[in-house]
């Protein structure tokens, strides 16, 4: 079955956003589609928070009301001192908006449709609008709707809040100083064992996801201007066909940072085509040296001459990052996530410790585009973590959200801190693998 759509225009509803604060609408009820019925109406709609319901009629009026509190067909009168009935017409650049008279009274929640007293939406299962008497919401009727009753459409929207009050995960930002801070940490870090000097990241994602984007953002931040070593962009293809390992390199004497960012060909979903997961183990325990070229229609060839037959702790893999693009989650096939849970098991065999990068943040919120700072306070942002989070199998505090450089020329202080966070934490995770190998008794140790 096709995605239900909405009757809205660009316009109709930005003046219907214009009621709100920072919010999105998300569609749960169209007459046409499921009915003009109690039954229907309250299948849609019943306990999903605020909502709002906008009716259609001839005259060219979008009317209807908004209530903050759930529906739940009680039979209850319900306070509700933020509802309130409103309309639009292309005759006013604003809504008209109308609380209730006592500043109390909100709807009455029965097992018909939305009864605000003076206004009654959905009532005898047809496509019409009753008005009725009384004090509870006073409003001009041609104002209102133009005195049309009859309606073309009727939709009612879930309004989500795009911004929570408190951010849900706390991040200084606090401009040079905590940047300075994290770029010291970074420099500073030593692995946890003797015999490596260098944590080795392996960057895993789908085409485009922004793995190479990744690693041209950190060297960007430690150059101190927008670079681009690694091939990045949006072809269908991976552009990256080679293992690659790329040192990060800071200061006045380019001194290589105690890290590797380590990228790989793009996972695809047909067979024969993207980073072969039969080759991960050979990634992972380190046989896989830099510029193997791979070859999705064939394994690994062990005679190639960046094939290591013996590796050590130092060239494994101590940390792996899944690059999940955050407009793209909700359109992963069940390939592609049987594929991410396959690289999983193996890792989790290998004790490689996991995170998950979310990218491209900004282009998935509005709010977090207009000021990355809202990046924690953003409902939608929230979301898409919780939806990684299952669908991965790995905790929420595995998952960071990050925005790389790809249109900028200039360096960005809030864009600087959230990528060296995300460095922050690969460099902790990669301790709990060295910490693991520790408790095992491994002998390079």
Same mark, same amino acid.
């Given at each position: 079955?096709?995605?239900?759509?909405?009757?809205?225009?660009?316009?109709?509803?930005?003046?219907?956003?214009?009621?709100?604060?920072?919010?999105?609408?998300?569609?749960?009820?169209?007459?046409?589609?499921?009915?003009?019925?109690?039954?229907?109406?309250?299948?849609?709609?019943?306990?999903?928070?605020?909502?709002?319901?906008?009716?259609?009629?001839?005259?060219?009026?979008?009317?209807?009301?908004?209530?903050?509190?759930?529906?739940?067909?009680?039979?209850?009168?319900?306070?509700?001192?933020?509802?309130?009935?409103?309309?639009?017409?292309?005759?006013?650049?604003?809504?008209?908006?109308?609380?209730?008279?006592?500043?109390?009274?909100?709807?009455? #929640?029965?097992?018909?449709?939305?009864?605000?007293?003076? =206004?009654?939406?959905?009532?005898?299962?047809?496509?019409?609008?009753?008005?009725?008497?009384?004090?509870?919401?006073?409003?001009?009727?041609?104002?209102?709707?133009?005195?049309?009753?009859?309606?073309?459409?009727?939709?009612?929207?879930?309004?989500?809040?795009?911004?929570?009050?408190?951010?849900?995960?706390?991040?200084?930002?606090?401009?040079?100083?905590?940047?300075?801070?994290?770029?010291?940490?970074?420099?500073?870090?030593?692995?946890?064992?003797?015999?490596?000097?260098?944590?080795?990241?392996?960057?895993?994602?789908?085409?485009?996801?922004?793995?190479?984007?990744?690693?041209?953002?950190?060297?960007?931040?430690?150059?101190?201007?927008?670079?681009?070593?690694?091939?990045?962009?949006?072809?269908?293809?991976?552009?990256?066909?080679?293992?690659?390992?790329?040192?990060?390199?800071?200061?006045?004497?380019?001194?290589?940072?105690?890290?590797?960012?380590?990228?790989?060909?793009?996972?695809?979903?047909?067979?024969?085509?993207?980073?072969?997961?039969?080759?991960?183990?050979?990634?992972?325990?380190?046989?896989?040296?830099?510029?193997?070229?791979?070859?999705?229609?064939?394994?690994?060839?062990? #005679?190639?001459?960046?094939?290591?037959?013996?590796?050590?702790?130092?060239?494994?893999?101590?940390?792996?990052?899944?690059?999940?693009?955050?407009?793209?989650?909700?359109?992963?096939?069940?390939?592609?996530? #049987?594929?991410?849970?396959?690289?999983?098991?193996?890792?989790?065999?290998?004790?490689?410790?996991? =995170?998950?990068?979310?990218?491209?943040?900004?282009?998935?919120?509005?709010?977090?585009?207009?000021?990355?700072?809202?990046?924690?306070?953003?409902?939608?942002?929230?979301?898409?973590?919780?939806?990684?989070?299952?669908?991965?199998?790995?905790?929420?505090?595995?998952?960071?959200?990050?925005?790389?450089?790809?249109?900028?020329?200039?360096?960005?202080?809030?864009?600087?801190?959230?990528?060296?966070?995300?460095?922050?934490?690969?460099?902790?995770?990669? #301790?709990?693998?060295?910490?693991?190998?520790?408790?095992?008794?491994?002998?390079?140790?």
């Amino acid at each position: 079955m096709s995605a239900v759509g909405s009757n809205l225009s660009a316009d109709q509803e930005r003046k219907l956003l214009s009621l709100f604060n920072h919010v999105r609408l998300h569609l749960l009820y169209k007459a046409s589609v499921h009915g003009y019925t109690h039954q229907a109406f309250h299948n849609h709609c019943d306990t999903q928070g605020p909502t709002i319901l906008v009716a259609y009629n001839r005259t060219g009026f979008i009317f209807g009301g908004y209530i903050s509190q759930d529906y739940a067909a009680s039979g209850r009168v319900i306070n509700d001192d933020k509802a309130f009935l409103y309309s639009i017409t292309n005759q006013r650049e604003k809504p008209l908006r109308v609380f209730s008279a006592d500043g109390h009274y909100g709807f009455t #929640d029965a097992s018909y449709g939305l009864n605000m007293g003076a =206004l009654w939406f959905l009532n005898n299962g047809a496509a019409t609008v009753q008005q009725l008497p009384g004090n509870s919401y006073i409003f001009d009727a041609e104002q209102m709707h133009g005195n049309d009753m009859e309606l073309t459409e009727c939709e009612v929207y879930r309004v989500e809040q795009r911004l929570l009050e408190k951010p849900w995960r706390n991040i200084e930002w606090e401009g040079f100083s905590t940047k300075q801070c994290l770029m010291d940490y970074i420099q500073k870090y030593k692995p946890e064992v003797k015999s490596v000097v260098q944590a080795r990241v392996l960057l895993i994602g789908p085409v485009g996801a922004g793995k190479s984007s990744f690693f041209n953002s950190i060297n960007s931040v430690y150059k101190g201007h927008v670079t681009g070593q690694a091939n990045s962009g949006s072809a269908g293809t991976s552009l990256t066909t080679q293992f690659r390992t790329y040192n990060v390199k800071s200061g006045p004497d380019r001194k290589a940072l105690p890290l590797v960012l380590c990228d790989t060909m793009g996972l695809e979903e047909e067979p024969g085509s993207g980073l072969d997961i039969d080759d991960i183990t050979s990634i992972l325990k380190g046989h896989i040296q830099d510029r193997y070229q791979f070859n999705p229609s064939m394994p690994v060839q062990t #005679d190639s001459s960046y094939f290591c037959k013996s590796p050590g702790l130092k060239d494994r893999i101590h940390c792996v990052v899944y690059v999940v693009d955050a407009c793209m989650i909700s359109l992963h096939s069940a390939k592609m996530v #049987d594929k991410f849970h396959a690289i999983r098991r193996t890792a989790n065999r290998l004790g490689v410790s996991q =995170l998950v990068l979310l990218t491209k943040v900004d282009e998935a919120c509005p709010e977090v585009r207009e000021d990355l700072t809202n990046i924690y306070r953003s409902h939608y942002i929230e979301k898409m973590i919780r939806e990684v989070s299952l669908c991965l199998g790995v905790s929420q505090s595995c998952v960071l959200p990050v925005k790389n450089y790809s249109r900028e020329l200039e360096l960005e202080m809030n864009t600087d801190i959230l990528l060296l966070t995300a460095v922050f934490q690969m460099l902790r995770y990669s #301790d709990n693998y060295f910490d693991d190998l520790d408790l095992a008794g491994d002998q390079e140790l």
